[in-house]
């Protein structure tokens, strides 16, 4: 929701009469003596409506937009346009400074001290609780699609991370309420953003200390699981897994499905790696049909996509298949790029081992890109495109992928779990595969896959080594390489237009161009392209972005959707 500029009207109809008792003491204290400051003098000169708006904003933060302003300031006496009317005259007047940029986005910023005068202002007029709740309101008003949904999809939450800091301060004002059970469902949603952005620790505390505030909470569940997350414990431990059952119970208790899907997902999970298959199918079951009243397509994927490759795990193919199935065309939308890139990966895998093995590449290929660009975890599709080679009659392409799949796998971390049919799997195929070459021609394989860069072995498991036209880099713009480097780590048009302060529309606009002159028709096809340009890969941290440890390790978390490859 954006404002436009309406100054105009606003002052061309002041309302002198008509403000709150509040304003009214103040005015008189403000006139009662000389101003103590320059900022008393401007604040004295305002009217009483951009007075109201003046403090309200201050519990913002240092940075701030028109649509949180209009949120913290609208009631019966403020409507959106006089708020933002009002944010023009603070402009005017030095009070606020308003962030030069091509974005669509009206954005503010306050010069150093006059937030604290401003919030100083609203304390005196007994105004901090109405307007803090205001700020809590409109992000629980987002925040609770988690009581009928699985997780949040990738607009949403990039709604929160551009966000990011409004959540800090409601969950810092809810804390101090103690009595605010939307404190805790708050909690869970902050740390989970924390621990993408490297912050573990910060989130670690937040969520124990969430955890001491009422044992009677309906999102302990999400907490205690969140909370065994952040501590790292044995996921094969009987202390383990006491927990993940008393979140379990705690679900159950709360009476909401989300909760207990998220549950009896991540339970589900755990009887998976204590080999308990039968438990876990329960779970998984449970968790399915609750997803399904959820009536919500895209938790239902989710659950789906992991429950397929459990039931790969066990040799049930055609159930695998079926449960893939349910995934809707309007998923790629919704999903973050790993959840995307999983969902393409155990869709090979189910392809693969109903011997489509045209679909099965496709897929593979598909989840090397976006892995490529958003973590580690691209391994897992190159073993499967061995595993096609393989059937293919391939056995040097599939040494070789095999031989890039181990690289892969070493530089991602103890954290990440790879199932033990998988890797036997795999290291079936390279028996087979080495038994149909001399010894000589393996040990060349392995020794000219170990000479070659990362970036190198992920274009020949995409094909674009023998495959792909490339052009050269020079054919894009300056612009248009930055904008190319931003999609390949998988960002959407929204989150480089914010980066970049442009237009949300200039980034489509450089986009088509891009596809037009590489000759390509999707970012995963861009993010190939960009893979092989760069010896060093895709550039990475050009914003905020999950750390190798973290974007490892957070595909096991309650909300991440990730766990489908962590079992």
Same mark, same amino acid.
């Given at each position: 929701?954006?404002?436009?500029?309406?100054?105009?009207?606003?002052?061309?109809?002041?309302?002198?009469?008509?403000?709150?008792?509040?304003?009214?003491?103040?005015?008189?204290?403000?006139?009662?003596?000389?101003?103590?400051?320059?900022?008393?003098?401007?604040?004295?000169?305002?009217?009483?409506?951009?007075?109201?708006?003046?403090?309200?904003?201050?519990?913002?933060?240092?940075?701030?937009?028109?649509?949180?302003?209009? @949120?913290?300031?609208?009631?019966?006496?403020?409507?959106?346009?006089?708020?933002?009317?009002?944010?023009?005259?603070?402009?005017?007047?030095?009070?606020?400074?308003?962030?030069?940029?091509?974005?669509?986005?009206?954005?503010?910023?306050?010069?150093?001290?006059? @937030?604290?005068?401003?919030?100083?202002?609203?304390?005196?007029?007994?105004?901090?609780?109405?307007?803090?709740?205001?700020?809590?309101?409109?992000?629980?008003?987002?925040?609770?699609?988690?009581?009928?949904?699985?997780?949040?999809?990738?607009?949403?939450?990039?709604?929160?991370?551009?966000?990011?800091?409004?959540?800090?301060?409601?969950?810092?004002?809810?804390?101090?309420?103690?009595?605010?059970?939307?404190?805790?469902?708050?909690?869970?949603?902050?740390?989970?953003?924390?621990?993408?952005?490297?912050?573990?620790?910060?989130?670690?505390?937040?969520?124990?200390?969430?955890?001491?505030?009422?044992?009677?909470?309906?999102?302990?569940?999400?907490?205690?699981?969140?909370?065994?997350?952040?501590?790292?414990?044995?996921?094969?431990?009987?202390?383990?897994?006491?927990?993940?059952?008393?979140?379990?119970?705690?679900?159950?208790?709360?009476?909401?499905?989300?909760?207990?899907?998220?549950?009896?997902?991540?339970?589900?999970?755990?009887?998976?790696?204590?080999?308990?298959?039968?438990?876990?199918?329960?779970?998984?079951?449970?968790?399915?049909?609750? %997803?399904?009243?959820?009536?919500?397509?895209?938790?239902?994927?989710?659950?789906?996509?992991?429950?397929?490759?459990?039931?790969?795990?066990?040799?049930?193919?055609?159930?695998?298949?079926?449960?893939?199935?349910?995934?809707?065309?309007?998923?790629?939308?919704?999903?973050?790029?790993?959840?995307?890139?999983?969902?393409?990966?155990?869709?090979?895998?189910?392809?693969?081992?109903?011997?489509?093995?045209?679909?099965?590449?496709?897929?593979?290929?598909?989840?090397?890109?976006?892995?490529?660009?958003?973590?580690?975890?691209?391994?897992?599709?190159?073993?499967?495109?061995?595993?096609?080679?393989?059937?293919?009659?391939? *056995?040097?392409?599939?040494?070789?992928?095999?031989?890039?799949?181990?690289?892969?796998?070493?530089?991602?971390?103890?954290?990440?779990?790879? *199932?033990?049919?998988?890797?036997?799997?795999?290291?079936?195929?390279?028996?087979?595969?080495?038994?149909?070459?001399?010894?000589?021609?393996?040990?060349?394989?392995?020794?000219?896959?170990?000479?070659?860069?990362?970036?190198?072995?992920?274009?020949?498991?995409?094909?674009?080594?023998?495959?792909?036209?490339?052009?050269? *880099?020079?054919?894009?713009?300056?612009?248009?390489?930055?904008?190319?480097?931003?999609?390949?780590?998988?960002?959407?048009?929204?989150?480089?237009?914010?980066?970049?302060?442009?237009?949300?529309?200039?980034?489509?606009?450089?986009?088509?161009?891009?596809?037009?002159?590489?000759?390509?028709?999707?970012?995963?096809?861009?993010?190939?392209? @960009?893979?092989?340009?760069? *010896?060093?890969?895709?550039?990475?941290?050009?914003?905020?972005?999950?750390?190798?440890?973290?974007?490892?390790?957070?595909?096991?978390?309650?909300?991440?959707?990730? %766990? @489908?490859?962590?079992?």
């Amino acid at each position: 929701m954006e404002y436009a500029s309406a100054s105009g009207g606003v002052q061309a109809a002041r309302r002198w009469d008509v403000h709150s008792a509040a304003d009214d003491s103040e005015a008189r204290a403000l006139t009662g003596h000389h101003a103590r400051s320059p900022l008393d003098q401007h604040y004295q000169h305002l009217t009483p409506d951009e007075r109201a708006v003046f403090r309200r904003i201050s519990v913002l933060g240092a940075e701030f937009d028109a649509e949180s302003a209009v @949120v913290v300031c609208h009631d019966s006496r403020l409507g959106a346009l006089d708020v933002v009317g009002a944010l023009d005259v603070l402009e005017s007047g030095g009070l606020i400074q308003r962030v030069r940029s091509d974005s669509e986005k009206s954005r503010f910023r306050w010069p150093e001290t006059t @937030v604290e005068y401003g919030a100083a202002r609203l304390a005196e007029c007994g105004e901090m609780v109405a307007a803090n709740s205001r700020l809590v309101d409109w992000m629980w008003d987002h925040v609770r699609w988690l009581t009928h949904a699985y997780m949040l999809s990738r607009e949403q939450n990039e709604w929160f991370a551009d966000r990011v800091d409004y959540l800090v301060r409601t969950v810092e004002w809810t804390w101090r309420t103690r009595h605010d059970d939307r404190h805790d469902l708050m909690v869970v949603l902050l740390a989970n953003l924390w621990l993408h952005n490297g912050r573990q620790e910060a989130g670690r505390r937040l969520v124990d200390r969430a955890l001491r505030r009422s044992s009677r909470s309906p999102y302990r569940s999400d907490l205690l699981l969140w909370g065994l997350w952040f501590t790292h414990q044995d996921d094969q431990s009987d202390e383990y897994l006491a927990v993940v059952l008393d979140a379990v119970v705690a679900a159950r208790a709360a009476g909401t499905g989300s909760v207990l899907v998220r549950a009896l997902t991540s339970l589900a999970c755990v009887y998976v790696r204590l080999e308990d298959d039968d438990s876990a199918r329960g779970c998984f079951e449970e968790s399915i049909a609750l %997803a399904r009243q959820l009536n919500d397509d895209f938790s239902l994927s989710l659950c789906s996509h992991i429950y397929a490759w459990f039931l790969l795990g066990v040799g049930e193919n055609a159930e695998a298949c079926a449960a893939i199935s349910v995934t809707t065309p309007s998923f790629e939308r919704q999903a973050e790029p790993f959840q995307y890139a999983s969902y393409r990966f155990v869709a090979g895998a189910s392809d693969l081992a109903a011997g489509a093995l045209d679909a099965a590449e496709d897929h593979m290929r598909t989840a090397v890109g976006i892995f490529n660009s958003s973590g580690p975890s691209c391994f897992y599709p190159i073993g499967g495109l061995a595993l096609v080679a393989l059937l293919r009659g391939q *056995p040097s392409r599939c040494l070789m992928l095999l031989t890039a799949y181990e690289r892969f796998r070493s530089g991602a971390g103890e954290s990440t779990r790879v *199932p033990q049919w998988w890797e036997r799997k795999l290291a079936d195929a390279r028996l087979v595969a080495t038994g149909h070459l001399t010894a000589e021609e393996a040990d060349d394989i392995r020794q000219t896959a170990q000479a070659c860069t990362d970036q190198q072995l992920i274009s020949y498991a995409l094909g674009s080594a023998d495959r792909l036209s490339v052009p050269e *880099p020079s054919a894009l713009t300056r612009r248009e390489h930055e904008i190319a480097m931003l999609i390949a780590q998988g960002l959407s048009n929204r989150r480089i237009a914010d980066h970049l302060q442009i237009a949300e529309s200039t980034v489509a606009s450089h986009t088509k161009r891009i596809y037009a002159k590489l000759g390509i028709h999707s970012r995963t096809q861009l993010a190939a392209w @960009v893979a092989a340009q760069s *010896p060093c890969g895709v550039p990475r941290h050009v914003i905020a972005e999950p750390t190798q440890e973290t974007v490892s390790s957070a595909g096991d978390g309650p909300f991440s959707g990730g %766990a @489908v490859l962590q079992m």
